[in-house]
């Protein structure tokens, strides 16, 4: 009996702790990293400094020929990547700046009046050209496409080549959690 007890307390462990190592989540923070956004929360772009993230980097992450950091709008019926930060694990800029590194800090809407940029680059199949990280958030008033979320997901080559001889990807693989969902714009007629 003990040792089916201790054998059932080991595989629930390991199961536990397995769990943990692979839930990697994005941390998503405003006003220099003094709050942390929190499930649900209403980001008036009027009222804070900043929006940033901080995006842990693991071995998993490494192992993909192509990592993206994504910024989805979503609603009901729609989920799309708004914006993102491309990373190539096998550039020598990633070795030698990134991989070494815990964790990233991105700054995601840039600062009032500075014009630092954002490091994400917007989506421009959606998007105009002309579009800035923080015109995306801001200035989406659609009540039902006014939820963001951040996730990491890696990207394998498939070993083909577009006409234009540029490698093709898979459709990709989550390597993180969901972040927390956050609002830019509230329904102010609900009661």
């Not at 998503?28 to 804070?48: A, P, Q, S």
């Not at 992450?61 to 009901?76: A, I, Q, S």
């Not at 579009?131 to 979320?149: A, E, G, P």
């Not at 990709?172 to 956050?182: A, I, N, R």
Request: aromatic share 14%; glycine share 4%.
């Amino acid at each position: 009996m003990k040792t089916k007890s201790f054998l059932l307390f080991f595989c629930l462990s390991i199961l536990l702790f397995s769990f943990q190592a692979t839930d990697v989540k994005i941390s998503v923070y405003i006003d220099n990293f003094k709050t942390e956004v929190t499930e649900g929360l209403f980001v008036n772009c009027r009222k804070i400094s900043d929006l940033s993230i901080i995006v842990p980097i693991t071995e998993e992450m490494k192992g993909y020929d192509m990592f993206k950091v994504e910024l989805h709008r979503f609603g009901p019926d729609e989920d799309i990547i708004a914006a993102f930060k491309l990373y190539d694990p096998n550039t020598k800029e990633f070795k030698k700046k990134i991989a070494p590194k815990e964790s990233v800090k991105l700054m995601v809407l840039e600062k009032e009046g500075q014009f630092t940029g954002s490091d994400l680059e917007t989506n421009t199949t959606i998007f105009p050209a002309t579009s800035r990280t923080n015109q995306v958030f801001c200035d989406s008033h659609d009540l039902k496409k006014c939820s963001f979320y951040f996730i990491v997901r890696g990207y394998k080559k498939t070993g083909e080549k577009t006409q234009f001889n540029e490698d093709v990807f898979d459709k990709g693989t989550d390597l993180s959690s969901k972040s927390v969902v956050f609002k830019s714009w509230i329904d102010r007629t609900v009661k």
